[in-house]
């Protein structure tokens, strides 16, 4: 593994890169990685990391590791914000932060098991008073593409707040994908009430949970289908399968993970999402070589990511 992602370093950003805007969450994450089965009432010994998170910070930080001009929108708590900032800056991500002053920043407990796979217990935090209305009109006119997760959905109170940002972006001539983040919260939300939410969305990256929240379908393959239908493109993650993808216009193509070991999961849909975006947005026409050097570089993006504990690249990487 050690060989093989050392190749993948991080694209350097020049004037012809993509500008990105992302919104969405900044998250304290505390990963907790237990020696062993957890003891009820007693000690367990147990590998504590404490580290920045949040699957839109981390997703604008591979985006830039990945080689777009990258402006985050988000909020945290006002003592955070120049941590938070200096964090987003060292990942080469533009931030513009907002400070709450009375809800706390955004805090994950993630318990990883001995397989990778990790258990999430969430605080949102001042994550919950973020709002599209955040990103202005001077923003999205710099702008070739704007990112966002499904976790800034499920807790805001006017959902109609999401189809007029992605009308927004469309007026301004910038493309929209979402990553849907959290198929207990699409179920906890609603799924119709979820698909309205982004049904204006160009590019959708869900993973197969999440597929199948949002389809009420469960081969993956059947997933794509009935996404493309809504979506024009969409990336179905696998985890150790790989990815599916489908277009409206018609192609369809998979391929196999390329990770060979785990250490922690978390973060690897953001890596694959944002690194299969940055080919997509850097070519001019979406033919089926792009989509497969896209999904391609998004494999060996999330194969680098699991092979280290944290959710964000390397700064020095």
């Known amino acids: 593994m050690r060989e093989v992602v050392s190749e993948l370093g991080a694209t350097p950003v020049s004037a012809g890169s993509p500008r990105v805007v992302v919104f969405g969450d900044v998250i304290d994450d505390i990963i907790v990685t237990p020696s062993g089965d957890i003891r009820p009432d007693t000690d367990t010994p ?7 998170g949040g699957s839109a910070a981390n997703s604008a930080a591979w985006l830039a590791w990945a080689g777009c001009h990258v402006d985050f929108v988000g909020r945290v708590h006002v003592t955070d914000l120049e941590r938070h900032r200096a964090l987003l800056v060292e990942a080469r991500v533009s931030p513009h932060l907002l400070g709450e002053p009375d809800l706390p920043t955004g805090a994950i407990v993630v318990i990883v098991s001995a397989d990778g796979a990790r258990t999430m217990l969430t605080q949102r935090g001042a994550n919950a008073a973020l709002s599209p209305r955040d990103i202005g009109p001077e923003r999205l006119a710099r702008a070739h593409h704007l990112h966002f997760t499904g976790y800034s959905i499920f807790r805001h109170a006017r959902t109609a707040d999401f189809p007029d940002l992605i009308r927004r972006a469309h007026d301004a001539d910038v493309t929209v994908s979402v990553d849907p983040g959290s198929a207990g919260f699409i179920a906890d939300f609603g799924r119709d009430r ?3 939410a982004i049904g204006e969305a160009d590019i959708v990256v869900p993973n197969l949970d999440e597929g199948r929240a949002l389809t009420g379908r469960s ?3 059947s997933i794509v289908e009935s996404l493309v239908e809504r979506f024009p493109l969409v990336a179905l993650t696998l985890g150790r399968d790989g990815v599916v993808l489908g277009t409206n216009d018609g192609i369809r193509l998979s391929a196999p993970s390329k990770a060979t070991r785990a250490v922690d999961t978390t973060g690897a849909g953001d890596a694959f999402c944002t690194s299969f975006l940055s080919v997509v947005l850097h070519e001019p026409v979406r ?9 391609s570089r998004g494999l060996d993006t999330a194969a680098r990511a699991v092979a280290v504990v944290g959710a964000r690249p390397s700064p020095t990487a």
Not at 287 to 295: I, K
């Open 46 to 52: 147990a590998r504590i990391v404490r580290t920045a």
């Open 219 to 221: 081969d993956p393959s």
């Open 194 to 196: 979820f698909l309205e």
């Open 287 to 295: 033919d089926r070589d792009v989509l497969e050097r896209a999904v």
